[in-house]
C-alpha cells in the first residue's frame, strides 16, 4: 500500500457512494434493541422498492443519542428517526418517495447535537465500523501516511506536545511529554499499550469509539509507536465488550492485509502488530502498572513508581501506555495540525472531551464538547435537564474516583484544574446526573461499596480502610452512628487518600469527602445523639 | 565455596496429548494454547477460553492448565479467583446479570435485584436449587444509555423494572 493506492481506495468508496445514505446505528446500545432486525427490514423494503441503485443501508457506529435507540438517520435530508422497530422501518423507505414515515422523529438541529464539536466522535455515526474502505473514504490513514513519510520521530513528539493534549484516560498528564519520555528511553524493544479497560461505572465512550471507529484507534497507536520507537502493541480490552473486541479483531485484520500494520507499513522500514487483550473484570487493571502485570498473564496488582512505565513498563521495557480516547484524538491532530487542536479547548486543557451522560437526566448518550463548556450547558441544554419536570441536585464526574458536583456549581466550565478545585475530577468521561430523590450518602456508599469490593489487597490502607469506611457509610444509612463516628470517617478518609499505593486508594475517598463537602446536612440528619457517659462511670460499665 | 552441582531435572515422559478422560475439550484448549505457544503471559487468554468451552473452572480443569502451561498451581488459581469474570462454579441453565453501574442504580437497578432475590430466594452470585437460574450482578456493563440494563443469557435486554425482571424470570422457572 502506497498513498495512491490508499487515494484509489477513497475515490472508489466515494465514486460507489448512493445518493440516499441510511445511516442504521450498530452499536452495543442499540442492538440491545435489535437495530440489527431494523437494518435487515431497511435492506429488504429498498429491495423490494427497487431502490438499491439509489439508497444504501449503512450499519454505523453510536449515534450519540441513546437512549432514544434504535436511531435511523436519513442522508442528505438530515432526518434522525427514533425508537425505530423492524415492523415501522419499511415505512422510512416509503417515506423516500413521498409516503409517511410511521417512525417518531427527533429533531436534528436540537442543542444536542448541535452544541457538540467532534474530533474523536467525527466518524461516529457515519463510517461503517466493519469496513476500512469506509474509514479510508473519510481520510483514515492519510496521516500515518504523512507521519511515517514527511516527519521524524522527534517531529513528531514535538507536535504532539505543541498540541497540548492531555491524557484522556482521568488524570490528565500531557500526552506529548509522556511520548518524549518513551522515546529517549533506551532500550530496543518498545511497547505501546492501549487502555480500553474502561472500568468506571457510568463510562461507555471508550466502548463507543472502539466499536465505532476501531480505525481512527489502530491508526493512533501506530503514530505513536513511530514515534517513540515501539514496534509491537496491545489493547487491553474489558471482557464485557464482547462487540468492541469483534470490531477491533476485523479492523486488525483488515489492516494488516492492507499493509497498513504489520510489516514495513505503507512500505517503509516501519514495523508494527497490534494484539488484543482480554481483561477479565478487575477495575484495579485501569491502573497503567496493574495493567501491565494483567497483560503478563497475572494478578492484576499495581506497583509502586518510580520506576514509570516509560522507563520499565511491560516485560522490563519502556512502555507508553494511553487511554483510548487519547489515540483516538491523534489521527486528526496530525491530518489537521497541532495549531489547530491547541485552538479548541482553554489555556490549560486543550480539545474536547467526550462524556458518557446517564442517570435522571432527559437525554442520555454520549456528548462531545470542547474543554471548558460550562457544566449546565451540557447538562441543561444539551441534556434537557432532569425528565419529568424534577430538579438537579448534583452531577457525578470521574466515577468512584470522583467527586459530586451541586448544582449551585453549575456554571464551572469542565477542565481538568475547575472539576479538580470542586473536589472532583475529570476523570474518563463518565457523568452521572442525580436529582432531588438521590440520597447522597447512599450514593457515597454505593461507590465506597465497589471499591471495597474491587481493591487489590496489596496495600493495607486501601484493603482495610475501604471496609471500615464502607461499616461507617452503612452505620450511618442505618441510622446507628455518631458524630463520633462520623469523625472517624473523615479521619479515615484522609488517610487512605495519603497512604495508598495506587490511584484506586489514593481516590477511593473521592465521592465520600466531596458529598461530606457539600451534603453535610444530609449525614448529619442521619446521626444518633452522643450518649454521653455519666462522670464517674466507665464507658464500658455503660454498655 | 563448595560447589552446589546442578539438580539434575527428572524428564517427564511426553504427556499424553488431552486429558485422561478423552473428553475433546481438553484437546480443543490445548490447541488453543499451542496457538499462544504455551506461554505464561498467555495464561488470561487460555482461562477465557477454558471458561467459554466448559462454563466454569473446576479444580481439575485449573490443574490441567497449570500442567500445561508450566505454572505453579497456586499461580493458576491465584489468576483465577483474582479476576470477577471467571467462576469456579457451575452456572445455571439460564443467567440473569443485573447491571449495578452507577447509572442503572440511579434508574433503580437495587430494586430489580431485590425483586428478583424475593422470587428466587437466592443472592446474587448463587444459582437456584433445580440449577435453573443463576442471579449475577455486573459492576458495569457500558450500557448506560439504557438504564437500568439487565443481561438475560447474554442478551442485554433496556430498560427493565423489577415488574418485566420478575416476568422474564417466571419464563424460565415455568419452562
Redesign the interface.
Known amino acids: 500500500m502506497i498513498l495512491n493506492d490508499l487515494i484509489s481506495v477513497k475515490e472508489k468508496e466515494l465514486a460507489a457512494q448512493k445518493k440516499i445514505v441510511l445511516r442504521c446505528c450498530l452499536a452495543a446500545g442499540c442492538m440491545s434493541s435489535n437495530s440489527s432486525g431494523v437494518k435487515e427490514q431497511l435492506e429488504k423494503a429498498v429491495a423490494e422498492a427497487g431502490l438499491q441503485n439509489e439508497v444504501e443501508v449503512r450499519g454505523v457506529g453510536c449515534m450519540k443519542l441513546c437512549c432514544e435507540g434504535p436511531l435511523v438517520a436519513v442522508d442528505p435530508k438530515n432526518e434522525l428517526y427514533v425508537k425505530v422497530t423492524a415492523e415501522n422501518a419499511p415505512s422510512i423507505i416509503s417515506a423516500l418517495k413521498g409516503g409517511k414515515a410511521n417512525a417518531e422523529k427527533t429533531d436534528a438541529n436540537a442543542a444536542f447535537f448541535t452544541k457538540q464539536l467532534s474530533i474523536v466522535l467525527a466518524n461516529s455515526g457515519v463510517v461503517d465500523p466493519e469496513r476500512i474502505e469506509s474509514y479510508i473514504a473519510a481520510d483514515g490513514y492519510q496521516a500515518l501516511h504523512e507521519v511515517l513519510n514527511e516527519m521524524t520521530p522527534k517531529d513528531v513528539v514535538e507536535a504532539m506536545v505543541k498540541s497540548g493534549l492531555r491524557g484522556r484516560g482521568g488524570a490528565g498528564f500531557p500526552t506529548g511529554l509522556k511520548w518524549g519520555t518513551v522515546a529517549k528511553s533506551a532500550g530496543a524493544k518498545k511497547y505501546v499499550i492501549c487502555n480500553a479497560d474502561e472500568g468506571d461505572p457510568g463510562a461507555f465512550m471508550d466502548r463507543s469509539v472502539l466499536e465505532s471507529d476501531p480505525h481512527s484507534v489502530l491508526e493512533g497507536m501506530a503514530i505513536a509507536a513511530y514515534a517513540v520507537g515501539a514496534d509491537q502493541g496491545y489493547i487491553y480490552v474489558r471482557a464485557e465488550y464482547p462487540l468492541a473486541i469483534a470490531r477491533l479483531q476485523l479492523a486488525i485484520k483488515q489492516a494488516k492485509t492492507m499493509g497498513l500494520l504489520g510489516s514495513g507499513v505503507f512500505e517503509s522500514p516501519f514495523n508494527f502488530n497490534i494484539e488484543i487483550r482480554i481483561g477479565a473484570g478487575a477495575f484495579v487493571c485501569g491502573e497503567e502498572t496493574a495493567l501491565m502485570m494483567s497483560v503478563e498473564g497475572k494478578r492484576g496488582t499495581p506497583r509502586p513508581r518510580p520506576p514509570f512505565p516509560a522507563e520499565s513498563g511491560l516485560f522490563g521495557c519502556p512502555t507508553l501506555l494511553n487511554n483510548v480516547e487519547t489515540f483516538a484524538n491523534v489521527p486528526a491532530i496530525y491530518r489537521k495540525g497541532a495549531e489547530w487542536f491547541a485552538g479548541i479547548g482553554t489555556e490549560k486543557s486543550k480539545g474536547t472531551k467526550v462524556f458518557a451522560l446517564a442517570g435522571k437526566i432527559k437525554n442520555t448518550g454520549l456528548i462531545e464538547v470542547p474543554m471548558g463548556t460550562p457544566l449546565r450547558t451540557i447538562v441543561e441544554e444539551m441534556g434537557g435537564g432532569a425528565p419529568d419536570g424534577g430538579k438537579i441536585k448534583a452531577v457525578q464526574t470521574g466515577g468512584p474516583s470522583g467527586g459530586c458536583i451541586p448544582s449551585q456549581h453549575l456554571d464551572t466550565p469542565v477542565d481538568y484544574e475547575s472539576l479538580g478545585k470542586l473536589g472532583s475530577i475529570m476523570g474518563s468521561g463518565g457523568m452521572i446526573v442525580m436529582d432531588e430523590g438521590t440520597n447522597m450518602v447512599d450514593v457515597a456508599r454505593f461507590f465506597m461499596e465497589f471499591c471495597m469490593d474491587e481493591s487489590c489487597g496489596k496495600c493495607i490502607p486501601c484493603r482495610a480502610g475501604t471496609v471500615q469506611m464502607h461499616n461507617i457509610l452503612d452505620k450511618i444509612l442505618k441510622r446507628k452512628a455518631t458524630a463520633r463516628d462520623l469523625a472517624t470517617l473523615e479521619e479515615l478518609c484522609d488517610m487512605v487518600r495519603n497512604t495508598s499505593l495506587c490511584g484506586l486508594g489514593q481516590t477511593a475517598p473521592n465521592p465520600t469527602m466531596s458529598t461530606l463537602r457539600f451534603f453535610r446536612g444530609e449525614y448529619e440528619a442521619l446521626l444518633q445523639p452522643e450518649q454521653h457517659c455519666a462522670p464517674g462511670k466507665t464507658e464500658t460499665a455503660t454498655k | 565455596m563448595s560447589e552446589i552441582p546442578a539438580p539434575t531435572k527428572p524428564q517427564p515422559a511426553t504427556p499424553p496429548a488431552g486429558h485422561a478422560s478423552g473428553d475433546k475439550r481438553f484437546k480443543i484448549l490445548e490447541v488453543h494454547m499451542k496457538k499462544h505457544q504455551f506461554?505464561?503471559?498467555?495464561?488470561?487468554?487460555v482461562?477465557?477460553k477454558a471458561q467459554e468451552l466448559f462454563g466454569y473452572l473446576e479444580d481439575d480443569l485449573l490443574l490441567f492448565i497449570s500442567h500445561k502451561l508450566k505454572l505453579p498451581p497456586s499461580?493458576v488459581y491465584?489468576?483465577a479467583t483474582?479476576?470477577?469474570?471467571?467462576t469456579l462454579k457451575p452456572k445455571g441453565e439460564h443467567t440473569c446479570v443485573v447491571c449495578?453501574?452507577?447509572?442503572c442504580?440511579?434508574?433503580g437497578a437495587d430494586k430489580v435485584v431485590e425483586a428478583v432475590q424475593n422470587q428466587l430466594k437466592i443472592k446474587p452470585g448463587e444459582t437456584t436449587a433445580d440449577n435453573k437460574v443463576s442471579l449475577l450482578t455486573?459492576?458495569?456493563?457500558?450500557?448506560?444509555?439504557?438504564?437500568p440494563?439487565v443481561v438475560y443469557d447474554g442478551?442485554?435486554?433496556?430498560r427493565q423494572t423489577p415488574e418485566s425482571t420478575v416476568e422474564q424470570i417466571n419464563k424460565w422457572v415455568k419452562a
Request: proline share 3%; net charge positive; hydrophobic share 45%.
Open positions: 506461554r505464561h503471559d498467555a495464561l488470561i487468554e482461562l477465557h499461580r491465584g489468576v483474582f479476576y470477577h469474570f471467571f449495578m453501574g452507577t447509572a442504580y440511579v434508574k455486573a459492576r458495569c456493563i457500558g450500557a448506560c444509555g439504557i438504564a440494563a442478551t442485554v435486554t433496556p
